[in-house]
Structures are given as C-alpha cells and as structure tokens.
C-alpha cells in the first residue's frame, strides 16, 4: 500500500501557472510509472501526463508544450507544473501510482481541484 497526498491546486486565471505535487508515503522509484489523471463532473477520469520509472515520459496532446511532469526521487514527490493554463483545464487533478501493467491496478490520492477562470 501507499498513500498519495495531492497538494498545489487553487483558482487562478487564465494563462497563468500553479504546480501540483503529490508526496507519496514510500518510494516512487518502485513503481512502473507516476501519473497525473484530471476528471471532471460527468466525465471519464482522463489521463494528463505520466513518468515511468526509467524516466520516460507522456503527455496528453491537450497539454503537450504547457505541462511537465517530473519526480523527486529523493522526496518521494511528484509534481505537475502547469502553466498557460485554460479554462478548459479546470478539473479535480489526482496523482496516482501504477503498480500493475495498466492504470487499473494503481493507488490513487484524493485529488486536488484546479480552477482558471476566463
């Protein structure tokens, strides 16, 4: 088991930033890959971004060339900068740690909400 604790999130405005982190209660360097998944109401939970554990990482093409994902091994953190942020961004943004082949077999923290208005 780990616990996976979001923090960062808040209201900004349109073209700004913020940085999500996501401190997990052991080691990130044990898992196949580190994620960040936004969901908001009525919607599928979608994944954003995501770093496997030989530092490869993967970005929704939505987000491609705003957000970057990156891990402090060392602090057990993952974080999730975000800048020229859109409305459209706004959404619950959860951290999450695979420890199967799929994100179905993953631990999940309790999210974070991010909210850029127009």
């Known amino acids: 088991q780990v616990q996976l604790v979001e923090s960062g999130g808040g209201l900004v405005q349109a073209g700004g930033s913020l940085r999500l982190s996501c401190l997990a209660s052991r080691s990130i360097f044990s898992f196949p890959a580190m994620g960040w998944f936004r969901q908001v109401p009525g919607k599928q939970r979608e994944l954003v971004a995501h770093v496997t554990s030989d530092g490869t990482t993967n970005y929704a093409d939505y987000v491609t060339g705003r957000f970057t994902i990156s891990t402090d091994n060392a602090k057990n953190t993952v974080y999730l900068q975000m800048n020229s942020l859109k409305p459209e961004d706004t959404a619950v943004y959860y951290c999450?740690?695979?420890?199967?082949?799929?994100?179905?077999?993953?631990?999940w923290g309790q999210g974070t909400q991010v909210t850029v208005s127009s």
């Open positions: 999450a740690a695979q420890w199967g082949r799929t994100w179905s077999h993953a631990y």
